[in-house]
């Protein structure tokens, strides 16, 4: 799940049996960049949209995510805003390349209060590329509640 080039989306959907919906908390222009951001992100050509999605199967909630993008790039990718990412960037059968930059733990009380789990939680960050161009750049946080059909993990701050 974490190290994966294939759509979470669609591994959500063949893991727990339920349809992947997407539940919009915010769709913006990202005016400044957190330290938190990853660098990735300023390699895309401003001015960026950033959005922030839950990714929500049956009644679990089990992600979390967020992307950012080149404020023209989202308009014509982005049209449907309830739709999961990989399904609109795939609507035209084109390439993408995925490269996973970043793993990491996550710690935050939204979090835990949304997944019901106490941290932390794992996320990675990653790239989305066509015709060698960086179209996007996401970040995962996923709820333990996967361990449910992936099994245990370590999500100790000591890895």
């Not at 835990?112 to 996007?136: A, N």
Request: hydrophobic share 40%; glycine share 4%.
């Amino acid at each position: 799940m974490l190290l994966g080039d294939g759509s979470p989306t669609r591994h959500l959907h063949l893991l727990t049996g339920h349809p992947v919906k997407v539940k919009l908390i915010a769709m913006e222009i990202e005016r400044t960049l957190s330290k938190e951001t990853p660098i990735e992100v300023r390699e895309l050509e401003p001015p960026l949209i950033k959005r922030q999605v839950w990714l929500i199967c049956g009644q679990q909630t089990l992600a979390w995510a967020e992307s950012w993008w080149n404020a023209k790039e989202a308009d014509k990718h982005l049209q449907n805003k309830n739709q999961p990412i990989w399904k609109s960037l795939t609507q035209d059968k084109s390439e993408l390349f995925r490269e996973v930059d970043g793993l990491a733990l996550a710690n935050a009380i939204w979090l835990e209060k949304e997944f019901q789990h106490k941290g932390p939680f794992w996320c990675r960050h990653y790239r989305f590329f066509r015709h060698s161009k960086e179209l996007t750049v996401i970040r995962e946080v996923f709820n333990p509640e996967l361990e449910l059909w992936l099994g245990p993990t370590n999500r100790s701050n000591k890895i």
